[in-house]
C-alpha cells in the first residue's frame, strides 16, 4: 500500500495483517500526521506486536496527546487568520476614511506632511503589532478558558508550546536551542498538552 509508511511492514506478523485489514486507514492525512513522529510510530507498532493492556495505554495516551496538539494548532492557526483579517480590515477602512488629511502638511510654513513626520528612523516597525507576531502565546488566545488552562503550565511547558506553535519549531529545532535531547523536548510537549487536556476536561464538564 503506497501510503503505509516505510518501516511498518515486517516488524511483526500482527502488523502486516493489521495493516492490511486497513487499508482506508493508512491514506487518511491524521493518521499520516500522527506517524510522521517517531515515537508515536514505535507507540504503535509496540501495542500491535505485543498488545498488553500496558501498551494499549500507552498508545491511547499518545494519541490523545497528539490529538490535542491537532485541535490546539488549528485553534492557534485560525485565531491569527481572523485576528490578521480584522487587522486589515480596520486598516483599510481608516485608509479610506482619512486619505486626504494625512497628505496635508502639518502646516503652512512646512512642507512635510502628517504621514511624513510618522516615517523616521525612531518610528517602532508597523508590523510589529500585527496578529502574526505576537510576542506571547496567550496574546493569540480568545478563548478565556483556554487561557486559564494555558496558566497551568510550568514556565518549561509553556516555553515549548510556545516555540512550536508562534516560532513554528520542530523538537529537534527547540533541543539544539536548549542544549537538550528532542525526547526530552517531546516529553516535556507531551506533558504540557496533557495538561491541557485534562484541565479543559475537567474544567467543561463542570
Known amino acids: 500500500m503506497e501510503h503505509v509508511p516505510s518501516g511498518l511492514y515486517g516488524r511483526c506478523r500482527r502488523l502486516d495483517q493489521f495493516i492490511a485489514d486497513h487499508p482506508a486507514l493508512w491514506g487518511h492525512s491524521v493518521m499520516q500526521q500522527f506517524l510522521q513522529d517517531e515515537h508515536r510510530r514505535e507507540q504503535l507498532i509496540q501495542a500491535v506486536c505485543a498488545p498488553t493492556p500496558e501498551n494499549r495505554e500507552a498508545l491511547d495516551k499518545v494519541f490523545a496527546s497528539f490529538y490535542t496538539e491537532v485541535r490546539f494548532t488549528s485553534y492557534i492557526l485560525k485565531t491569527l487568520h481572523w ?20 497628505d496635508k502638511p502639518l502646516n503652512p510654513d512646512q512642507p512635510e506632511t502628517i504621514i511624513d513626520s510618522f516615517v523616521s528612523t525612531n518610528t517602532p516597525d508597523p508590523e510589529e503589532g500585527l496578529p502574526g507576531k505576537a510576542e506571547d502565546l496567550r496574546q493569540c488566545i480568545g478563548d478565556a478558558f ?61
Do not use: C
Request: charged share 30%; aromatic share 8%.
Open 83 to 102: 485576528k490578521a483579517v480584522r487587522y486589515d480590515q480596520k486598516r483599510q477602512r481608516r485608509t479610506r476614511q482619512q486619505p486626504l488629511i494625512m
Open 146 to 206: 483556554l487561557y486559564k488552562a494555558l496558566s497551568q503550565l510550568t514556565d518549561r511547558q509553556y516555553a515549548v508550546l510556545h516555540k512550536k506553535f508562534l516560532e513554528e519549531k520542530n523538537d529537534k529545532a527547540i533541543a539544539g536551542q536548549w542544549n537538550v535531547s528532542p525526547q526530552a523536548v517531546y516529553k516535556t510537549k507531551q506533558a504540557a498538552l496533557t495538561k491541557l487536556r485534562s484541565f479543559m476536561e475537567r474544567g467543561r464538564s463542570t
